[in-house]
T-cell receptor, first 112, second 114 residues
Framework: QQPVQSPQAVILREGEDAVINCSSSKALYSVHWYRQKHGEAPVFLMILLKGGEQKGHEKISASFNEKKQQSSLYLTASQLSYSGTYFCGTITRGNRDDKIIFGKGTRLHILP | NAGVMQNPRHLVRRRGQEARLRCSPMKGHSHVYWYRQLPEEGLKFMVYLQKENIIDESGMPKERFSAEFPKEGPSILRIQQVVRGDSAAYFC????????????FGPGTRLTVL
C-alpha cells in the first residue's frame, strides 16, 4: 500500500533538472508532495487531485497519471535550496477521511 | 497566525516510563495527524483525529499507544512503558478540513529512550 518512490537518491549540480517518480499498486484518489530538509518538518509542495492534472510551483511542477497510478515531480534548473528529501503521499480511492500514506522519500542533494 | 506547535521538542525517557507528546494545531484546524519518523526513513502514519473523535488509528500499535484530541486543549499522543524501539521523531500535522487539504507540520518531538 505504501507508494514506491524512485530514485532513492539523486545528486545534481546547480542548474540541472531532476524527475522524481511515485507509483502505487492501488488506484489513486490524490497525490501529495512534501519536501523535508534535514532536522526540519516536512513542508507542503502541492496536491494533485485529478487524473492528468499538472501543477506548478516556481520551477517545481508535478503530473498525475491516474491510469498508470503514478505521479512525477519535476525540478527544473535546480537551486541549492532544493536540497532535501522529497516525499510523495497517496490517498487511494475512498472517502475523504482516508489517510495519506507516504513513500520512503527521495533524497536530493544539489552541489554548487 | 501561529503554526502547529509541538512540545516538548526533545524528550528523554528511561525504559518503562511514560511519554506524553503534545500538539496544538493551527487556529481553525480541526483535523490532526500523528506520524513517526525513524532516521533516514519516511513518515509512517499513526493516527488521524478530529475534535473528540478518532477517525483512523490503524497505524498505531494497539498496546501502549493512545491518542486523543479533546474539545479543549492540544492533541496528546501517549506512549506507556516506553521501549528503546520507540525512539524516533514524532510529527504532528493539522489541516482545516480533511485529507484533501494541505497538512501543516509541527517541528516534531524527538523521543529518546535510554
Amino acid at each position: 500500500q505504501q507508494p514506491v518512490q524512485s530514485p532513492q537518491a539523486v545528486i545534481l549540480r546547480e542548474g540541472e533538472d531532476a524527475v522524481i517518480n511515485c507509483s502505487s499498486s492501488k488506484a489513486l484518489y490524490s497525490v501529495h508532495w512534501y519536501r523535508q530538509k534535514h532536522g526540519e518538518a516536512p513542508v507542503f509542495l502541492m496536491i494533485l487531485l485529478k487524473g492528468g492534472e499538472q501543477k506548478g510551483h516556481e520551477k517545481i511542477s508535478a503530473s498525475f497519471n491516474e491510469k498508470k497510478q503514478q505521479s512525477s515531480l519535476y525540478l527544473t534548473a535546480s537551486q541549492l535550496s532544493y536540497s532535501g528529501t522529497y516525499f510523495c503521499g497517496t490517498i487511494t480511492r475512498g472517502n475523504r477521511d482516508d489517510k495519506i500514506i507516504f513513500g520512503k522519500g527521495t533524497r536530493l542533494h544539489i552541489l554548487p | 497566525n501561529a503554526g502547529v506547535m509541538q512540545n516538548p521538542r526533545h524528550l528523554v525517557r528511561r525504559r518503562g516510563q511514560e511519554a506524553r507528546l503534545r500538539c496544538s494545531p493551527m487556529k481553525g484546524h480541526s483535523h490532526v495527524y500523528w506520524y513517526r519518523q525513524l532516521p533516514e526513513e519516511g513518515l509512517k502514519f499513526m493516527v488521524y483525529l478530529q475534535k473528540e473523535n478518532i477517525i483512523d488509528e490503524s497505524g498505531m500499535p494497539k498496546e501502549r499507544f493512545s491518542a486523543e484530541f479533546p474539545k479543549e486543549g492540544p492533541s496528546i499522543l501517549r506512549i506507556q512503558q516506553v521501549v528503546r524501539g520507540d525512539s524516533a521523531a514524532y510529527f504532528c500535522a493539522s489541516s482545516p478540513r480533511d485529507s484533501e487539504d494541505e497538512q501543516f507540520f509541527g517541528p516534531g518531538t524527538r523521543l529518546t529512550v535510554l
